[in-house]
């Protein structure tokens, strides 16, 4: 063993090499691992689209179909959404399309270690190109709504905020939240099956006490409950930036933006801890 | 560990857990564990686990091919997948210098809407290589995938063995250190196997490391220097192919033997006693036969009530799996039409006595055969007394010189036999005069 590479294998090696060698080899696991989750990402968004009569519309249709309701709710007087500074169906749609890029990227996040079936228990390769890779259709999504976005901005003659050059930028925390989080619910999918079934119920549920389709309570149980929504500054403050050009709740923004890169880099260390058991478990 | 070596293994063990809620249960705890940065304590076992591969250790150099071999549910795959890294071992230490290919399962993680030449890169990426690794390999890849102009469509569209072929194809092009190879040859047809083995032959005289599990022992005696022997998860041989294969052999049949259970059937007219199969010139209890060596097949028969006919003896040799190998037939009297058939003689057989038959030069391939045995009347379909699973012998390749694969996987099923058939008196079991079968 002069020379080459060695790889050892032993129980509690995580441990024993200690907490910086740790970080070390999980950096270098995913730099080594970027060609593997374009391929992934590239065979997901191949299969998915031949696979579809539809294809690419599905992005398009689901955020309206969800936008359309609550005009209608809205003109129906079933519901009192409060003024929302811009016409709704635009405000609607710019927060749908920043919260999809959560939600469509959890739900893929949660599915990437279950779905991949014989690969993680036959093949050894670096399983977090499964989450970054399924994070990548959600991203795709989000460019297609972003179109549909800027169309529905422009029939409706809104013109976008200057601060929307930010929008790329503000939109980093949510998707370190939405890593962070499909790290470990990628992981619990592959122990419990409830997992993948629980989380689009949850994040239906979060939709709603998220101000997605309707502006922030200012007063309430609801305004008490959104101090507490992490979330809901990550999808309120990239909005704030296209439509208002300035951010309403700036020090929410940091704190949730924090909270963020906590859960990521938190859940990724469990996520390096946990990998090597979730084939035995799966 | 020296500067040649490639693997080494050092007392490793795995554990498993046996029911599914323990699985999720302990899982779950060993990750909080190590999250804290607690030892999980994999070494002590928890109620419900056990021990999948148990302290096993070995080296291997550069070069070397090392089989591994046992019955199922041994622990040779566990014990691959730990030198993979797909699993973590729970004691011990395992060092693998350089690139390990894996041929475990070939084609997982293709996908069946996308193309051959789309799964290919895919599967390239999944094994390690790079884009311009894979793109200077792809037409050698789709030559020896054999598939055409398939490779363009579908692989949901691909049968079975191109399917396999492809995957394997992409996992032998990842020019590996150590190559893993699982049970994989078994799939595919002859031609594609013979190939596969041939591609195997290649990456061993290039210099790279194997090790090889299966259960084709003549593969395993063809590329392996050295083989481990693993039963229960213990590592209980390691040494010469041959050694290890013979061992391996006397291990299953013996486990074959202990589970034959035998059954009477007929009217009960006639009961048979002290079945024997050993090997001419051997001891009598002793039902491991040498390969190649003449076989005695040895009973007492009684008829419990008055003879009124001309009987048949009839002997069926099968193997442990159920298929048939060899009928033979003596019998008093010749059939209506005079004729002897090669597997019949005629005797002469009294109201009891012992039967003893030698079966001369019989190439059995080495396994467990079972034999069942009954007596009839000679022109009648009733069964006047029988015995099916009457008795088990093995068939074992020990000290042998000769290769017994030469005689390839087919049993040799057109032996000739001799019968001897002692009649005995009421009082004196063991004396009488022996009737030679006519030959």
Same mark, same amino acid.
């Given at each position: 063993?002069?020379?080459?590479?060695?790889?050892?294998?032993?129980?509690?090696?995580?441990i024993?090499?200690? %907490?910086?060698?740790?970080?070390?080899?999980?950096?270098?696991?995913?730099v080594?691992?970027?060609?593997?989750?374009?391929?992934?990402?590239?065979?997901?968004?191949?299969?998915?689209?031949?696979?579809s009569?539809?294809?690419?519309?599905?992005?398009i249709?689901?955020?309206?179909?969800?936008?359309?309701?609550?005009?209608?709710?809205?003109?129906?007087?079933?519901?009192?959404?409060?003024?929302? &500074?811009?016409?709704?169906?635009?405000?609607?749609?710019?927060?749908?399309?920043?919260?999809?890029?959560?939600?469509t990227?959890?739900?893929?996040?949660?599915?990437?270690?279950?779905?991949?079936?014989?690969?993680?228990?036959?093949?050894?390769?670096?399983?977090v190109?499964?989450? +970054?890779?399924?994070?990548?259709?959600?991203?795709?999504?989000?460019? !297609?709504r972003?179109?549909?976005?800027?169309?529905?901005?422009?029939?409706?003659?809104?013109?976008?905020?200057?601060?929307?050059?930010?929008?790329?930028?503000?939109?980093?925390?949510i998707? %370190?939240?939405?890593?962070?989080?499909? +790290?470990?619910?990628?992981?619990?999918?592959?122990?419990?099956r409830?997992?993948?079934?629980?989380?689009?119920?949850?994040?239906?549920?979060?939709?709603?006490?998220?101000?997605?389709?309707?502006?922030?309570?200012?007063s309430?149980?609801?305004?008490?409950l959104?101090?507490?929504?992490?979330?809901?500054?990550?999808?309120?403050?990239?909005?704030?930036?296209?439509?208002?050009?300035?951010?309403?709740?700036?020090?929410?923004?940091?704190?949730?933006?924090? $909270?963020?890169?906590?859960?990521?880099?938190?859940?990724?260390?469990?996520?390096?801890?946990?990998?090597?058991k979730?084939?035995?478990?799966? | 560990?020296?500067?040649?070596?490639?693997?080494?293994?050092e007392?490793?063990?795995?554990?498993?857990?046996?029911?599914?809620?323990?699985?999720?249960m302990?899982?779950?705890?060993?990750?909080?564990?190590?999250?804290?940065?607690?030892?999980?304590?994999?070494?002590?076992?928890?109620?419900?686990?056990?021990?999948?591969?148990?302290?096993?250790?070995?080296?291997l150099?550069?070069?070397?091919?090392?089989?591994?071999?046992?019955?199922?549910?041994?622990?040779?795959?566990?014990?691959?997948?730990?030198?993979?890294?797909?699993y973590?071992?729970?004691?011990?230490?395992?060092?693998?210098?350089?690139?390990?290919?894996?041929?475990?399962?070939?084609?997982?993680?293709?996908?069946?809407?996308?193309?051959?030449?789309?799964?290919?890169?895919?599967?390239g990426?999944?094994?390690?290589?790079?884009?311009?690794?894979?793109?200077?390999?792809?037409?050698?890849?789709?030559?020896?995938?054999?598939?055409?102009?398939?490779?363009?469509?579908?692989?949901?569209?691909?049968?079975?063995?191109?399917?396999?072929?492809?995957?394997?194809?992409?996992?032998?092009?990842?020019?590996?250190?150590?190559?893993?190879?699982?049970?994989?040859?078994?799939?595919?047809d002859?031609? +594609?196997? #013979? #190939?596969?083995?041939?591609?195997?032959?290649?990456?061993?005289?290039?210099?790279a490391?194997? !090790? %090889?599990?299966?259960?084709?022992?003549?593969?395993?005696?063809?590329?392996?220097?050295r083989?481990v022997?693993?039963?229960?998860?213990?590592?209980?041989?390691?040494?010469?192919?041959?050694e290890?294969?013979?061992?391996?052999?006397? =291990?299953?049949?013996?486990?074959?033997?202990?589970?034959?259970?035998?059954?009477?059937? &007929?009217?009960?007219?006639? !009961?048979?006693?002290?079945?024997?199969?050993?090997?001419?010139?051997?001891?009598?209890h002793?039902?491991?036969?040498?390969?190649?060596?003449?076989?005695?097949?040895?009973?007492?028969?009684? $008829?419990?009530?008055?003879?009124?006919?001309?009987n048949?003896?009839?002997?069926?040799?099968?193997t $442990?799996?159920?298929?048939?190998?060899? #009928?033979? +037939?003596f019998? =008093?009297?010749?059939?209506?039409?005079?004729?002897?058939?090669?597997?019949?003689?005629?005797?002469?057989?009294?109201?009891?006595?012992?039967?003893? !038959?030698?079966?001369?030069?019989?190439?059995?391939?080495?396994?467990?055969?079972?034999?069942?045995?009954?007596?009839?009347p000679?022109?009648?379909?009733?069964?006047?007394?029988?015995?099916?699973?009457?008795?088990?012998?093995?068939?074992?390749?020990?000290?042998? =010189?000769?290769?017994?694969?030469?005689?390839?996987?087919?049993?040799?099923?057109?032996?000739?036999?001799?019968?001897?058939?002692?009649?005995r008196?009421?009082?004196?079991?063991?004396? &009488?005069?022996?009737?030679?079968?006519?030959?």
């Open positions: 063993m002069a020379t080459g590479n060695v790889v050892v294998y032993e129980p509690d090696r995580a024993k090499i200690g %907490f910086l060698a740790q970080w070390q080899e999980m950096v270098v696991e995913l080594k691992s970027r060609e593997l989750i374009w391929r992934l990402f590239l065979r997901d968004l191949q299969a998915k689209y031949k696979q009569l539809l294809g690419v519309a599905w992005a249709i689901n955020p309206l179909v969800t936008i359309g309701v609550f005009v209608y709710l809205n003109s129906a007087g079933v519901l009192r959404i409060g003024s929302t &500074g811009v016409p709704y169906v635009v405000f609607a749609i710019v927060g749908l399309t920043i919260w999809n890029l959560f939600a990227g959890i739900s893929a996040a949660t599915n990437s270690i279950v779905g991949a079936g014989p690969l993680v228990t036959k093949i050894n390769f670096p399983k190109s499964l989450v +970054f890779s399924s994070i990548g259709q959600s991203l795709v999504e989000f460019g !297609i972003l179109i549909l976005t800027a169309i529905i901005l422009f029939i409706y003659k809104v013109m976008p905020a200057w601060s929307v050059i930010f929008l790329p930028l503000s939109i980093l925390p998707l %370190f939240l939405t890593i962070g989080l499909g +790290f470990i619910l990628s992981l619990l999918a592959g122990v419990f409830d997992v993948v079934n629980a989380i689009s119920l949850i994040t239906t549920f979060l939709m709603f006490l998220t101000p997605i389709l309707y502006p922030s309570p200012k309430g149980v609801a305004a008490k959104l101090v507490w929504n992490p979330i809901a500054q990550l999808v309120v403050g990239p909005r704030d930036l296209v439509i208002f050009g300035k951010l309403s709740n700036p020090l929410g923004f940091l704190w949730s933006a924090l $909270f963020a890169l906590i859960v990521f880099f938190v859940f990724w260390r469990l996520f390096y801890l946990a990998e090597t979730i084939a035995e478990r799966i | 560990m020296s500067s040649d070596t490639v693997v080494s293994v007392n490793v063990s795995k554990k498993f857990s046996r029911t599914l809620r323990h699985v999720m302990y899982g779950a705890a060993d990750i909080a564990r190590n999250m804290l940065g607690l030892s999980s304590r994999p070494q002590v076992l928890r109620n419900g686990e056990f021990w999948a591969v148990d302290d096993v250790s070995f080296e150099g550069k070069g070397e091919t090392l089989g591994l071999i046992g019955p199922n549910g041994s622990g040779k795959s566990t014990l691959l997948k730990m030198l993979n890294g797909i973590m071992p729970d004691r011990g230490r395992i060092r693998v210098k350089g690139r390990v290919g894996a041929l475990i399962e070939v084609g997982a993680g293709f996908h069946p809407m996308l193309t051959g030449r789309e799964n290919v890169y895919i599967n990426a999944i094994l390690g290589m790079s884009k311009a690794e894979i793109d200077k390999k792809f037409d050698s890849i789709v030559e020896f995938a054999d598939v055409g102009e398939f490779i363009n469509a579908p692989v949901k569209h691909y049968s079975s063995g191109m399917f396999v072929r492809l995957g394997f194809a992409v996992a032998i092009h990842s020019e590996p250190d150590l190559l893993l190879v699982d049970e994989v040859l078994a799939v595919g002859a031609n +594609f196997q #013979k #190939k596969c083995f041939d591609r195997i032959l290649d990456i061993k005289k290039s210099g490391s194997i !090790i %090889f599990v299966s259960h084709s022992v003549s593969a395993v005696e063809r590329l392996c220097n083989t022997l693993v039963k229960n998860g213990k590592m209980i041989f390691h040494g010469s192919t041959r290890a294969i013979q061992k391996y052999f006397h =291990e299953s049949s013996q486990n074959n033997l202990d589970k034959v259970q035998s059954q009477t059937f &007929g009217t009960g007219e006639v !009961i048979f006693s002290d079945i024997f199969a050993y090997q001419d010139g051997g001891n009598k002793n039902a491991n036969i040498e390969f190649g060596q003449d076989i005695i097949i040895e009973f007492n028969y009684r $008829f419990l009530k008055k003879r009124n006919q001309n048949q003896i009839r002997l069926g040799i099968r $442990f799996d159920g298929r048939d190998v060899q #009928k033979i +037939f019998h =008093e009297g010749s059939f209506p039409d005079g004729l002897v058939y090669p597997n019949e003689k005629i005797v002469s057989l009294g109201d009891q006595g012992t039967c003893r !038959i030698k079966i001369l030069n019989p190439r059995l391939f080495p396994q467990t055969y079972i034999l069942d045995i009954a007596i009839a000679l022109d009648m379909d009733v069964h006047l007394g029988g015995i099916s699973n009457a008795k088990a012998f093995n068939i074992v390749c020990l000290n042998d =010189e000769r290769r017994y694969f030469e005689y390839g996987n087919a049993t040799v099923t057109d032996f000739d036999f001799d019968v001897e058939v002692f009649k008196l009421q009082s004196t079991p063991t004396t &009488g005069e022996p009737s030679r079968g006519l030959s």
